[in-house]
């Protein structure tokens, strides 16, 4: 009973393909989040969704589109793959009603341009 | 602004000694404060969090960190560490009413038999 799943797990690419990654949360939780962790294992927020309405959108290349069908859900969606999105991103997600900063997070996405 | 410096980078330890692990803030606000750990290939996981209260916390697996204002840190301990203990630990700041997490560069603690 995963709390936060993502999947594909990894995913290798060439550059110029579009990919997604799919994430669900079965905690009850109201935000969801997209973060990025680069080779130097340093984290950066990129999207947060709280009722399926972006409320963070970060300096993001607009070839990264996420998606959010419902409150357990949140995609993310990469057109045009460069050789610097290879990264692992991880979704996570917490309740608004609680203190930001208490987030779950997923096992993460290895993604590798080639 | 809210910053986050994680003063290590890197911390070798061998097994069953103390380790200490630094992190240091800034904020013109009260802030809620954190550490989350991700061992290797998964996740991050919730250490421990500071949010009021007792300026000294506890995780289950016996880390410790205390929120000292005056020095604005956050420093994360451990009395005795285990190989298991292996893992990127990172530091976190949430200020006042924001939604967005402020993160350390994160410490890689490797703990050698």
């Known amino acids: 009973d995963t709390a936060v799943s993502q999947t594909p797990k990894y995913l290798v690419t060439q550059m110029g393909n579009d990919k997604s990654i799919k994430c669900e949360q079965n905690?009850?939780?109201?935000?969801m989040y997209w973060y990025k962790q680069d080779s130097k294992k340093f984290l950066k927020i990129m999207f947060s969704y709280n009722n399926k309405e972006l409320i963070i959108n970060e300096t993001v290349p607009n070839r990264f589109s996420p998606k959010s069908p419902d409150k357990a859900h949140l995609n993310l969606h990469i057109n045009s793959l460069e050789l610097g999105d290879s990264a692992v991103y991880f979704c996570?997600?917490?309740?608004?009603?609680?203190?930001?900063?208490?987030?779950?997070f997923g096992p993460g996405t290895r993604l590798l341009v080639l | 602004a809210q910053s986050v410096t994680q003063l290590d980078s890197q911390v070798p330890v061998f097994e069953e000694a103390p380790v200490e692990l630094r992190c240091n803030y800034s904020s013109s606000v009260s802030v809620y404060l954190f550490w989350y750990v991700q061992y290797p290939n998964q996740g991050l996981q919730l250490l421990l969090k500071?949010?009021?209260?007792s300026t000294l916390v506890e995780s289950i697996n016996g880390f410790e960190a205390e929120f000292n204002k005056s020095q604005t840190s956050f420093h994360l301990r451990k009395p005795s560490v285990h190989i298991s203990d292996t893992a990127e630990y990172f530091c976190a700041v949430n200020a006042g009413n924001n939604r967005k997490l402020i993160w350390g560069l994160g410490t890689s603690l490797a703990v050698n038999p």
């Open positions: 500071y949010l009021s209260g």
């Open positions: 905690l009850g939780h109201d935000t």
């Open positions: 996570a997600s917490s309740q608004v009603s609680a203190v930001a900063g208490s987030l779950d």
